[in-house]
Structures are given as structure tokens and as C-alpha cells.
């Protein structure tokens, strides 16, 4: 049996002299083995054609870019006003459910 590196060191000409000989023998399970490679070649095929369609699909659907819908500044100040006021009453629901839950979680602290 030849050597990693002999192997490597091999020209295109060894490569078919090799191949061209008959008097080197075929494994009885060649056939057996083949299929496996196909099927992976398959996998393969179909993994690379679900990503392609993934980043298609993505771009397709994807959401255009929001437009500047306010010509009055005072206008756009006062849907700003509106958005903070509604996340600041979001953080305030959120903080008053905390508090009712932190005496449960006191209570499962203290009884590990």
C-alpha cells in the first residue's frame, strides 16, 4: 500500500494508467457503496435548491423601506410624543407585573 505523500506525488498519466488496468480487483460491494454517494449528492442538490429558494423568497418578501409621511414638523413631533407614550406605559404594565410576581419568585428562591 502506497503512502499519503506517493500518492499525492501522482501525475495525470499514473492516474490512467491505474485506471486503465484490469488486473486490479473490483470490490463485490461497489454497488452497494455507490448509492450512498448518490443519495448524498441528492441531499446536497436539495439542500443548495432550498436555500436558493429561502434567499429568493426573502427577497421577494421583503418589507420596503417606510416613507417620510410627514411635511408638518410639528405633525411628526406630536406621532413621536404618541409612540414614547404608548412604550412608556408597555414598560409600565411590564414593571407593575413584575412586582406582583417578585414576592413568588422570593418565595421560590428562598425555598431552594
Do not use: C, H
Not at 411590564?94 to 418565595?107: G, M
Amino acid at each position: 500500500m502506497k503512502s499519503i505523500q506517493d500518492i499525492e506525488k501522482l501525475s495525470m498519466a499514473d492516474w490512467d494508467r491505474i485506471g486503465a488496468d484490469e488486473n486490479i480487483p473490483i470490490p463485490d460491494d461497489l454497488q452497494i457503496r455507490l448509492p450512498r454517494r448518490r443519495t448524498a449528492v441528492l441531499w446536497g442538490a436539495a439542500a443548495s435548491v432550498a436555500v436558493v429558494a429561502g434567499i429568493g423568497l426573502s427577497a421577494l418578501l421583503r418589507t420596503p423601506e417606510p416613507e417620510d409621511t410627514f411635511t408638518d414638523p410639528y405633525l411628526a413631533y406630536a406621532a413621536v410624543e404618541q409612540a414614547f407614550s404608548r412604550m412608556g406605559e408597555t414598560v409600565s404594565k411590564s414593571a407593575e407585573i413584575l412586582a406582583e410576581k417578585e414576592n413568588e419568585i422570593d418565595k421560590v428562591t428562598y425555598w431552594k
